[in-house]
């Protein structure tokens, strides 16, 4: 969604910073970037090394300690506007990411990930520990982490996909998707949009997927022993394997299968419920990808 | 060193002196290097003072305190977040309001009206959501109102595409709980949607935090 | 098209401002029933009242006061106006709390002393192990009511009018009380 921001900065991104200090073990890193791209690699090496594409109006601090190596911009007057950062640190150094106008990559992490922005897109590959990537404006991807994995966004999608711990999914106007998911403790919940789960149901776990308005598809692998709720105000609901509903009433019902002690919730008030084995849901997915953006988001795009 | 002067060296470093008894023990801190040799050190346990650190306590205090207030700690909420006891309590207020009209009994037990009056001098302009009934409940209005306050206040400051992203979100979130009182005034003792209305509420007070603490400026 | 916005600029903000904002927002939740508001309240302040209680009364009641602050603001939280800061509101609650311990804990330890005497043993006791004595560890060491008077005037920057009403004494004895307590922790600097 920057690819507009990259353009208009394109003229005044005429200085180039290349810096490189030596870290310890255990240090974190810490950027705050108002407008433009952080990107970070990894590499086997004991230091952080910071590239950065800004105005020559603009200066690049980076301040490092035992603990902390804390990047950012300044303007000789004011704030600078929009930097491009590449930032290359050892894979296990934990990570504190944030911006307003803000794309953020991380590639490779094995450590701790905090990445927050407004408007702009969060894409990690890796994290271990707590990773917790926001966005308001923009898509939150992530892959290959595992840990406490907390993702937010309000007006866009959350996807996540081999990823492996405890997971929350919160979104306002968009779709959640969870694939290939190793958890025993899920919850993703929107207003507007579908939830996709396909993962694990471990014995003892507890999953609740909730939407508004949208369909929840939901993997029950064979053999897992899960007592499932099924809360729906004018939706259906349908699983592809046969199972026995208890405990109904208009629009709440149960069922358990095995021993039934994990919990699984399923909630929509308008949509349909759908529950699968794993892998039998990706190709609901795609189906899906074409009425993923709802059409006053696009009339929003219109109105700039 | 005379005690009787040594003594006031403290009110003469705090500047509580009279006048006339600052002059004095001038006159005398020039005659006697023991008193201004004492001098330097009670202001140096002063400055001393001021630059204490604070520490947190080693343990977390947070989980038992929030046994004591009812309150589900982050950690354990993440497991299942609807047992925050904020749930529970919306639903509670979803069901008396389905039930009760406003400005009856139950409601009155809550706040009294203008327990929280506006904080600021400015007009905060008419912004982002329409009040809807719900919002009856004097706590979560109460909540609300201040958050808009601050929201309205910090408004100019925040982009305008942000401004419109957060009003339609807050815009879907208002129609899904329209959407959960509808249902529930069909089926009032249905947990589901009470839960379901809790949540959405909850959600949009989460909302306008977010966007409030944006306003106000966090990057 | 986001950055053509004149936002830009006007986007950077004080960030004291936004604290503040953030905070009055978090108030309004946690006012509303909103625990989850309520436990960033507390994790931002816990550290100055549980530093204030531990300078207070000693490292054993430190823990046990916080939390008896921290459920007390919880049902209080309907009462704070914004007047103030949310911050000061609580730190007067705070110290609220711990002086209505103070007797209790003072009766217990049987050590709440008013008398000079203690505090000049203290302050003429200036042997190489008290040297090093931390300088914490030395306010901890003080008797309470200097103690007390010492902690809020010196470090918490109340007034000796506000002292003695806290405290039930008159501004003199804070005074002298204040003195007294710096004359004895001169020599616990290094």
């Given at each position: 969604m920057l690819t507009t921001l990259a353009t208009l900065a394109g003229l005044a991104l005429a200085q180039q910073t290349d810096t490189t200090v030596p870290v310890r073990a255990g240090a974190r890193l810490e950027v705050n970037n108002f407008g433009g791209e952080i990107a970070i690699k990894t590499w086997s090496k004991s230091a952080v090394r910071v590239t950065a594409s800004h105005s020559s109006r603009d200066r690049i601090t980076v301040d490092a300690s035992e603990q902390v190596v804390r990047v950012k911009s300044e303007g000789r007057r004011g704030p600078s506007q929009v930097v491009d950062y590449e930032i290359t640190v050892p894979a296990a150094m934990a990570l504190a990411l944030s911006g307003v106008y803000t794309d953020i990559t991380v590639d490779g992490s094995q450590g701790e990930i905090t990445a927050e922005t407004v408007q702009g897109t969060v894409k990690v590959s890796g994290g271990v520990g707590n990773v917790s990537l926001k966005s308001v404006q923009g898509d939150v991807t992530l892959e290959k982490a595992r840990g406490r994995i907390d993702l937010s966004s309000v007006n866009e999608t959350i996807k996540a996909s081999q990823i492996s711990g405890d997971v929350s999914a919160e979104t306002v106007n968009g779709d959640i998707s969870l694939v290939q998911v190793e958890s025993s403790n899920a919850e993703a919940t929107t207003v507007n949009g579908d939830v996709l789960y396909d993962g694990t149901i471990k014995d003892g776990g507890r999953y609740r997927f909730s939407t508004h308005d949208g369909d929840l598809r939901v993997s029950v692998p064979e053999k897992s022993n899960v007592s499932v709720s099924v809360s729906t105000f004018d939706g259906d609901f349908n699983a592809c394997f046969p199972v026995q509903l208890t405990g109904k009433t208009k629009h709440r019902f149960s069922f358990t299968i095995g021993s039934g002690n994990a919990r699984l919730e399923l909630e929509s008030f308008n949509g349909d419920i759908r529950l699968c084995r794993p892998g039998q849901l990706a190709k609901d997915k795609d189906r899906d990808q074409h009425k993923n953006h709802d059409q006053d988001h696009d009339q929003d795009q219109e109105e700039e | 060193m005379s005690d009787t002067w040594t003594n006031r060296l403290s009110e003469y470093l705090d500047g509580e002196l009279p006048e006339s008894e600052r002059a004095t023990l001038e006159a005398h801190l020039r005659a006697c290097a023991d008193c201004r040799a004492t001098l330097e050190q009670l202001r140096r346990v002063v400055a001393r003072a001021q630059a204490l650190d604070d520490t947190p306590p080693t343990t977390d205090l947070w989980p038992a305190i929030a046994r004591h207030v009812g309150v589900v700690s982050l950690d354990a909420r993440r497991a299942?977040?609807?047992?925050?006891?904020t749930v529970p309590q919306l639903a509670a207020a979803a069901v008396a309001l389905t039930l009760l009209s406003a400005g009856s009994a139950w409601l009155l037990l809550?706040?009294?009206?203008?327990?929280?009056?506006?904080?600021?001098t400015t007009t905060p302009?008419?912004?982002?959501?329409n009040v809807g009934?719900?919002?009856?409940?004097p706590r979560y209005a109460a909540a609300v109102a201040s958050l808009e306050r601050v929201l309205a206040q910090g408004r100019s400051r925040l982009d305008t595409a942000t401004v419109r992203v957060i009003e339609k979100n807050l815009g879907i979130i208002d129609r899904a709980i329209r959407d959960a009182q509808s249902a529930l005034a069909a089926d009032p003792a249905n947990s589901y949607l009470n839960l379901h209305l809790a949540q959405e509420m909850r959600r949009k007070l989460e909302l306008l935090r977010q966007a409030a603490a944006l306003a106000g400026a966090r990057t | 098209m986001e950055l053509t916005t004149p936002g830009v600029a006007t986007l950077r903000r004080d960030l004291d401002q936004a604290t503040r904002d953030a905070e009055t927002a978090d108030v309004a939740l946690a006012a509303s029933g909103d625990g989850r508001a309520f436990e960033r309240l507390y994790r931002s302040h816990v550290a100055r009242i549980h530093s204030l209680a531990q300078r207070m009364t000693?490292?054993?009641h430190a823990d046990d006061l916080t939390q008896d602050v921290f459920v007390r603001a919880w049902s209080k939280?309907?009462?704070?106006?914004?007047?103030?800061a949310f911050g000061t509101w609580l730190h007067r609650l705070a110290v609220n709390v711990i002086l209505a311990r103070r007797t209790t804990l003072g009766t217990e330890r049987g050590r709440y002393d008013d008398s000079e005497n203690v505090l000049d043993g203290v302050a003429s006791r200036p042997h190489t192990a008290e040297l090093s004595l931390d300088f914490e560890a030395a306010i901890e060491r003080l008797p309470d009511g200097a103690r007390q008077v010492f902690v809020l005037h010196d470090?918490?920057?109340?007034r000796h009018e506000e002292i003695a009403d806290l405290l039930g004494i008159v501004p003199g004895t804070s005074k002298s009380q204040l003195h007294h307590a710096r004359m004895a922790l001169r020599r616990h600097l290094e």
């Open positions: - | 299942r977040r609807r047992l925050s006891f809550r706040r009294p009206a203008g327990a929280r009056p506006s904080q600021s302009s008419p912004i982002l959501t009934t719900y919002e009856a409940n | 000693g490292e054993d939280l309907s009462t704070f106006r914004g007047e103030a470090i918490e920057g109340y």
